[in-house]
């Protein structure tokens, strides 16, 4: 494995690639890589490189997100079946059919979702930025897709009237973890801070001690003055904390709380990527500029400044 996280490194060094491996993905996967992060994230990092070649260790829609954001250059994905079915529950008709049921409804997308989805839609956000940028809208209902779990977290927050769109989209994988799962790791570790992601049900967020984003649980697994976490996300982040601050512990809330989407990456397939070139990942252009207007217009409205305007 050594040798040939060694040969992945030389292989990019020489290519002049960058590798970037999204939170989800096999340690190992993430140990090669020049950058670890959020999909909107890593996308925006490969902007700020020189780096003409990309590759990204995660899935369909997060490849597509750093085509959209860095035109001009190669995007490889080392596993083109590596999909998000939960960016599957969103297609351009359902967004139709919900605009034309709900007429001047502001229509905010999360970032797991595909480009044509994001071109059609008036905001795009993280779980990070989802509830700031809605209590920021001049709406009181708003359609917000795909998640109905991140759809009421949002509503929760800021008061608003959230419509899910579609109203049974999910992640297979945080739907997963459950209150109950939850309690039975606390029984065993009672001193531990529960930190989940806002796709988790409505019951496990209730009895969290922090609910955020997977960069942001990353960050609070460093600043609670606690020992001991149970991270109720995928579990490539309970290595990444482990490996991020070594005087704590980080638990799973199960064994099984994989992506088996992300864990399609190997270390092999991303030599191999690197190697072949292949697979290339492109965005119709049209289709690009449309969706980077809309994500002018949320960094706008959050107040951050627009990545691609940076000197
Ligand atoms: S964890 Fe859920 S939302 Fe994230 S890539 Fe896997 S299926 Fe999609």
New binding site residues.
Partial sequence: MEDLARRVREKAREKGAVILAHN?QRPEVQDVADFVGDSLELSIKAMETEAKTIVFAG?DFMVEQAAILNPGKTILTPEPSSI????WQLDPPIVGEYRKKHPNTPLVVYV?SFAEVKSMADYVVTSSSASKLVSKLDAEKILFGPDRNLASYVAETTGKEVVAVPLNSY????IGITKEKVLSVKERIPDAKVLVHP?CPVETRKIADFVGSTSQIIKAAGEINAKRFIIGT?NGVVHRINKLYPGKEAYPVSEDTI?P??KKITLEKVYRSLVSNEVVVKVDEKIAEKARAVLERSFELLGVEVPWRRK
């Fill in positions: 989800y899935v998000c079915p939960m960016a797991n992640c297979p994988v945080h796709e995928e992506c989407n992300m």
